[in-house]
């Protein structure tokens, strides 16, 4: 009679890393040790946030809420009210504003949007990057359904994110004189130079069997008809607009203030007005739409939050710290009590 065949043994290969014998430092967190550690975070953090917060400081910011402007038409009602049936419509509407500073240099002119979720998931994957690559195909990624095919042909750019660009106009005027604004050199430059390119040859050729996005006015080849070279899928506005933002209320970049004549030295204090060519329908989801004009420091725009991270943690770590040399000092282990024992895998329990 055969012997019974022995059991396969689970028992893991006899080497040192397998069975844990690999050296390792483990050190014991006692109060006199984490206490140092508590300290110096707190004495680094929060001067950090402190310095934070006085360079935020500087930085000059304007907003106005233009979302319930007036249709210079008909003053009766609001832009909003005037296209919200049709957003083939258009309306102008002009905001007296003032600024009460001058604004050093160098300037930035931002829109913001509200209750506004470029974070949706659906939202976010609905686009085709091998289009905006240059890659132009007759058929265009899943992803961009329903937005990828109109009048029986492709939508180029495709999408969710692209049928949505911003489309308003604004244009600030000082002393009855459009304030010099740039469309260029407002998008990443790796957007740019990397994940947007232009198919080969004439834009107006490349793009004859596709289909502009639905909710657009022009074609991608007119999105900037000063500057050809800012057309097709390497047009900065479309770049910024299709970096999706994090959160329902956010900023993107519109235009750079153009600093020479009378603006060299910056935004003078003074009357404004905001010209606007209002397109873009916001009030339907109770969103609203602002114009921000702001400049920068060294940590970049205003942004409060950061600093204030930086000292809430500090003291947090000082609070702890601080508890820990009560404890240390109330419960301080005699010299009697000998050298704590270095417990090993090879440490008997006798």
């Not at 329902?248 to 204090?269: A, T």
């Not at 809430?312 to 000082?318: H, K, L, R, S, T």
Request: glycine residues 6%; contains cysteine; aromatic residues 12%.
């Amino acid at each position: 009679m055969l012997d019974a065949q022995e059991p396969k043994s689970k028992k893991p290969a006899d080497t040192a890393f397998k069975q844990q014998r690999l050296p390792a430092w483990q050190p014991i967190l006692t109060a006199r040790n984490v206490m140092p550690i508590f300290f110096a975070v707190a004495a680094a953090f929060v001067p950090i946030g402190i310095g934070l917060l006085y360079l935020t400081n500087l930085v000059q910011e304007f907003t106005l809420d233009y979302t319930y402007c007036k249709n210079v038409d008909n003053l009766t009602e609001s832009c909003a009210e005037h296209i919200k049936s049709n957003r083939n419509l258009s309306c102008n509407c002009i905001i007296p504003f003032k600024l009460e500073e001058d604004f050093s240099p160098n300037v930035f002119m931002y829109y913001g949007l509200t209750n506004y979720y470029q974070n949706h998931r659906r939202y976010v994957k609905s686009r085709d990057d091998f289009q905006l690559l240059g890659k132009l195909s007759k058929t265009p990624s899943s992803d961009c359904a329903p937005f990828d095919y109109h009048n029986n042909k492709p939508i180029a750019p495709c999408g969710a994110i692209a049928n949505s660009l911003f489309s308003d106009n604004l244009t600030l005027v000082y002393n009855d004189k459009p304030v010099p604004l740039l469309r260029t050199q407002i998008a990443w430059e790796s957007d740019k130079n990397i994940k947007y390119q232009n198919p080969k040859g004439d834009l107006k050729e490349a793009f004859k069997d596709f289909e502009k996005p639905i909710d657009w006015r022009v074609n991608i080849w007119e999105l900037d008809k000063e500057n050809d070279s800012n057309n097709g899928f390497e047009n900065e506005d479309l770049i910024v607009w299709m970096r999706t933002a994090a959160l329902p209320d956010f900023r993107k970049l519109y235009r750079r203030i153009e600093h020479k004549n009378e603006f060299k030295n910056g935004l003078p204090k003074g009357n404004y007005k905001l010209v606007i060519e209002y397109n873009y329908p916001v009030a339907g989801f109770g969103g609203t739409k602002s114009l921000i004009l702001s400049n920068t420091s060294f940590t970049g725009g205003r942004n409060l939050f950061l600093g204030y991270a930086y000292i809430v943690v500090g003291c947090c770590c000082f609070l702890l710290g601080l508890m820990f040399l009560i404890l240390h000092i109330k419960y301080k282990p005699s010299a009697n009590t000998g050298d704590i024992t270095i417990v090993s895998p090879s440490t008997s329990y006798q």
